[in-house]
């Protein structure tokens, strides 16, 4: 079975620049999150969705970023403009109600560089 | 809400010796609690959980973590530290909805 796929694993962008990270969960789940990562630190939730709709997005910063999960499966997080403070890994994560065991499936993550 | 505090960001043991990595949580519902572990440039990947029964949970990699409500802690074990097992372990909890994670414990092992 396929995990978590994560595109792009790596990025390095100019500040002011927009950037889109894309996330594939694990086939027939229906719930599915963004993570942020800073450095030394763990993950931090930034949206949750069941199937298509943001169930959780409070933490999400909506001034510069967004996110779409369409047709309940893929998923795409988007950041414009940048700022220097954004550098993080943004880990895409996984998980069924169907069996509910709790456990996230994460992908590798993507490292975003802001320069 | 739930909450999880790992005590100590960085652990370093001889090979062979005991590891021993703390965490304690809030919650205000039953929890579900979870250790993962994350290598360098790599997403996490899950030790051991506990949601209900046996408050011993035994995971992969020799690891295991018992449960302990009167202290609310959740603390990681393994007998026997091998190189391998340096890395990023973060202990989370679950609640009604969303997981949170601790700040993580960096396991450096010494030959």
Redesign the interface.
């Known amino acids: 079975e396929a995990g ?1 796929v994560q595109s792009p694993r790596y990025k390095i962008i100019e500040k002011k620049q927009p950037v889109a990270f894309w996330c594939n969960p694990i086939s027939g789940h229906n719930t599915l ?1 963004w993570y942020l990562q800073n450095l ?6 930034l949206i ?1 969705y069941e199937n298509e709709e943001a ?2 997005d409070s933490q999400l910063p909506k001034d510069r970023f967004s996110a779409e999960r369409l047709k309940g499966v893929d998923s795409t997080l988007k950041i414009q403009p940048a700022e220097l403070g954004d550098s993080a890994v943004y ?1 895409c ?1 996984s998980s069924s109600l169907t069996p509910n ?9 993507s ?1 975003l560089t802001v320069l | 809400a739930q909450s ?1 505090t790992q005590l100590g ?1 960085h652990v370093s043991v001889s090979e062979g010796a005991l590891v021993l990595l703390r965490c304690n949580y809030s919650s205000s519902v039953p929890p ?1 609690l ?1 250790w ?1 572990v994350q290598y360098p ?6 030790l051991l ?1 506990y ?1 209900t029964g046996a408050t011993l949970v035994k995971g992969i990699n020799g690891f295991e973590a018992e449960f302990k409500k009167s202290e609310t802690s959740f603390h990681l074990t393994k007998p026997s530290a091998h190189m391998s097992d340096a890395a990023e372990y ?1 202990c ?1 909890v ?1 609640g009604v ?8 414990t960096r396991l450096t092992v010494k030959p």
Request: proline fraction near 2%; charged fraction near 20%.
């Open positions: 978590v999150y030394g630190q763990g993950p931090e939730l949750r169930v959780d880990l994560a065991t709790g456990e996230l499936f994460f992908g590798e993550g490292r | 999880v960001s579900y979870f993962y440039n790599q997403g996490l990947q899950l959980k949601t973060f989370a679950s909805s969303d997981m949170r994670f601790g700040a993580g």
